[in-house]
T-cell receptor, first 112, second 116 residues
Framework: KAGVTQTPRYLIKTRGQQVTLSCSPI?????VSWYQQTPGQGLQFLFEYFSETQRNKGNFPGRFSGRQFSNSRSEMNVSTLELGDSALYLCASSLDRVNEQFFGPGTRLTVL | AQSVTQLDSHVSVSEGTPVLLRCNYSSSYSPSLFWYVQHPNKGLQLLLKYTSAATLVKGINGFEAEFKKSETSFHLTKPSAHMSDAAEYFC??????????????FGRGTQLTVWP
């Protein structure tokens, strides 16, 4: 079974731009979560989607948004990028909301 | 509220010697606990999980962890370190209840260095 895939793997943007990251979960998994990893803050929860609905949201500004499609694929969007948004963005999928999460390789976003 | 404290930010061992990575947790309910490993420029790989069955949990690559409720600890151990174990390790808690369902809480990580 293929693992969680994330595209693109690397992105370079400038301040003020917006970016969309994509995540394809393991086949059959219905829950997708997003996390931001930075050296200063560590791993922080962004949001979780299940059955196309956002079920949980972390403490991030409204510039961070996401969605989930009927095939469970998910996208996250960051608008008006700031330098501090530079991070590794990790997506994780789970069979449902109570099983372990499996992580993708991440998208490395650099904001200049 | 859930939280995790990894007591060491860096641990160095020689190849062939035991590994101990320490983790304390805080949870309002009966938690599920995990250890994940992250190799450089890679995603997170699940090493093992505790979900209220046996308190001694065996994982992949010879790692194991013991859940001690009285000490609120979930330390990760391995009898003999291998060079390939060098990576960053994260202790993670989730309680699968209510408003926090589906959310993982991560420790700050322990960087394991293995010397030849």
């Amino acid at each position: 079974k293929a693992g969680v895939t994330q595209t693109p793997r690397y992105l370079i943007k400038t301040r003020g731009q917006q970016v969309t990251l994509s995540c394809s979960p393991i086949s059959g998994h219905r829950s997708v979560s997003w996390y931001q990893q930075t050296p200063g803050q560590g791993l922080q929860f962004l949001f979780e989607y299940f059955s196309e609905t956002q079920r949980n949201k972390g403490n991030f500004p409204g510039r961070f948004s996401g969605r989930q499609f009927s095939n469970s694929r998910s996208e996250m969007n960051v608008s008006t990028l700031e330098l501090g948004d530079s991070a590794l963005y990790l997506c994780a999928s789970s069979l449902d909301r109570v099983n372990e999460q499996f992580f993708g390789p991440g998208t490395r976003l650099t904001v200049l | 509220a859930q939280s995790v404290t990894q007591l060491d930010s860096h641990v160095s061992v020689s190849e062939g010697t035991p590994v101990l990575l320490r983790c304390n947790y805080s949870s309002s309910y009966s938690p599920s606990l995990f250890w994940y490993v992250q190799h450089p420029n890679k995603g997170l790989q699940l090493l093992l999980k505790y979900t209220s069955a046996a308190t001694l949990v065996k994982g992949i690559n010879g790692f194991e962890a013991e859940f001690k409720k009285s000490e609120t600890s979930f330390h990760l151990t391995k009898p003999s370190a291998h060079m390939s174990d060098a990576a960053e390790y994260f202790c993670v808690v989730s309680d699968y209840r209510g408003s926090t369902l589906g959310r993982l809480y991560f420790g700050r990580g322990t960087q394991l260095t293995v010397w030849p």
